[in-house]
């Protein structure tokens, strides 16, 4: 998106991508290639964003998806994103009178990208983009923090916990309970503190009965590639069944 992602979930500002992975990508997964086209058959697997996306659809569309393998997806967001939030507020005091006015016209003419300059305060945006999305101006976002203190907004706040999947495991206990295989893992050592996410969603889980796998392993949130093909040979093995 011309926000690099969505977080693949529906939104007025960046698109409606979950309809489009459930609804266009796997038909025509399944009219193209020698599938078993039933969801008992079928998984999704992701890392970070993707690992949000793999754990999320799952619980908003079990009609499609019979497993999922999240590696150090987004949750547990008082943790993972109020440090970018506080950084991204002190850039934009910083260097842009504390005015999302006064970055974006710089950010789009800019001739070249300084990450140390635009890069948070562009992420915290997009992340907005998919979470809090502004009703009335498509494409835009409504962030949740004040742009002059970065105190939280407790209303748009909210709207980013109900899409945090440690908050969204008790509301979908049953899409949850027919789920062939749920396998979360994280570094000790993730960066946004991914970990701590994976153990939460594990323990929400745990509380609601839902057989799941956690894995921590040694390593931090990028670097691990070597974790996917354990994901997916389990994947695999419980979708052939």
Aim: proline content about 5%; aromatic content about 12%.
């Amino acid at each position: 998106t011309s926000y690099l992602g969505s977080q693949f979930i529906n939104s007025t500002s960046t698109g409606r991508y979950m309809d489009y992975l459930c609804d266009e990508v796997v038909p025509f997964v399944d009219e193209t290639y020698s599938t078993s086209p039933e969801r008992e058959h079928r998984g999704v697997m992701g890392h970070s964003s993707g690992g949000y996306g793999a754990l999320v659809v799952p619980m908003l569309r079990s009609d499609v998806f019979g497993g999922l393998a999240s590696h150090a997806g987004d949750a547990l967001f008082e943790h993972c994103y109020t440090r970018l939030i506080a950084s991204a507020t002190r850039i934009l005091r910083d260097r842009f009178d504390a005015s999302w006015e006064v970055f974006w016209p710089r950010f789009e003419t800019c001739e070249r990208f300084d990450q140390e300059v635009f890069w948070q305060p562009f992420e915290i945006y997009a992340y907005s983009a998919c979470y809090s999305p502004d009703p009335e101006r498509p494409g835009k976002a409504l962030p949740p923090f004040d742009v002059e203190t970065g105190r939280l907004i407790v209303e748009i706040w909210e709207r980013w916990l109900s899409w945090d999947p440690v908050r969204m495991v008790a509301r979908h206990l049953d899409d949850l309970a027919h789920m062939s295989l749920i396998y979360l893992d994280a570094g000790r050592g993730d960066e946004a503190f991914l970990d701590l996410g994976a153990q939460a969603v594990s323990k929400e889980m745990t509380r609601g009965g839902i057989d799941h796998t956690l894995e921590l392993f040694e390593g931090r949130h990028t670097g691990n590639e070597h974790r996917y093909a354990i994901a997916l040979k389990a994947l695999a093995r419980a979708l052939s069944s």
